[in-house]
């Protein structure tokens, strides 16, 4: 498991995390530079679902904050974690319909990239969506697939959710709009994304699997589905038996320097 330099908040006695007023800084900065970012890149459903999570802007919201927002719209509800947890316990917290929010916020030096997730990018990133109901149908599948899944399936399955929840593009009638988490909460490379310098791949579930990616660079690749029909049609049965063909026909030839 990747190491982290960050150390996860702890909720008091009510399950309220205090956050200092620097950090509370750091959202705002965030969040304000972030939102007018998002005109003409992000796609309507997840601007309409961000409009409706209406997040403070000068503090961090608290998770059962969120939850009660999402749950206006779904069944899903947000619970604080640890910097990094396992791929059991993420899949399963997927599959009871609760998603993991890592407690944290970057440090001011780490505004514009970190790689691994804090609770602006779970927050503004992930949880908007959970409130369109074939998204979160793509996800509560996604996280019954990965549960019992040997670790090769799942390092097949998180490709799946690479291109798709955190990197997905959806195509709109006023051209590729970003959609995935990764994507709505990074200025840079949402604007590489929509730039002519990376490959764009209409969305196939096997090629997807078969595709290498790297956390640490703006992605060479990206795929773009045509609605959230395609993610929400996807079944369980399905993703399983493009994970065993994906097995059999092996990996795609990175578009990348391996590291």
Known sequence: MKMTTYLAKTPDEFGKIHYTGLECKVWQ???ERQ??????????????ALEKMSFPSDRIPQCDEVSK???????WSV???STLIGFDRFFNLLANKQF???SFIRRTEELDYLQEPDIFHEVFGHTPLLTDSQFAHFTHTYGLAGVGATNEERVMLARLYWFTVEFGLIKTANGNRAYGAGLVSSIGELQHALSDKPIVKKFDLLEVLRTPYRIDIYQPIYFVIESFDQLFDLTLSEVKLAIKSAQEMGMEEPLFAMN
């Open 100 to 102: 993991p929010v890592a």
């Open 35 to 48: 939102t007018p970012a998002l005109k003409n890149a992000a796609c309507d459903s997840y601007i309409d």
């Open 29 to 31: 900065t965030l969040i």
């Open 69 to 75: 927002k999402i749950q206006q719209s779904s069944d």
């Open 79 to 81: 619970t604080p974690v």
